[in-house]
Structure formats: structure tokens, C-alpha cells
């Protein structure tokens, strides 16, 4: 419930209410990296051969992450969280 409202919050005043319905320009905005999230993301859609739209799941899912350990910033462990999730759904569907 927590990440929620912190959604909420965020996104108050925008037609928006949840992570997963940013568009890509408030990707970039709400789901900033540091060096090692950004190396790491990288490296996971190189191994993994992710689309662009993938690129941008992963970091919404890494936000929602974020917002469940109740962090400002995306981390390198929310962004590798993120990823094992995709990973999983991949290997499921596959």
C-alpha cells in the first residue's frame, strides 16, 4: 500500500496513477540510473538481446521495486531485481 501512494504522489497532477503506465519520456524522467545501473542494464539487454520496449519494462519494474523498499532513487538491486523478473517471464514463455 505504501508504493501506492507513493505513486500516487508522484504522479499527482499527471493523467497517470501507476508506474506501468509511463510512457517513455517519463521513464527517463522517474527511473534514473547511476553508473552501475546503467552498465548493468546494458549488460542484461546485450545477454538477453531485449528490445527498447523491454529496456523500459525493466525500469518501470525496477521503479516499482524502488518504491516497495520505499528508495528515491533506482539502485543497482532494484534494477537486477527487475531483471531476474523478466528473466523468468522469458524462460516461462519460452
Known sequence: MRAGAIQTQRFAGLS????GQMNTRQVRHYCHLDAAGE???ETA???QGLSARAHDRILKVA???ADLDESPNVT???LA???QYRSLDRSYWN
Open 16 to 19: 497517470i496513477y501507476a508506474n
Open 39 to 41: 552498465k548493468l542494464l
Open 45 to 47: 539487454i546485450a545477454r
Open 63 to 65: 521503479r516499482t521495486v
Open 76 to 78: 543497482a538491486k532494484h
Open 81 to 83: 531485481e527487475a531483471v
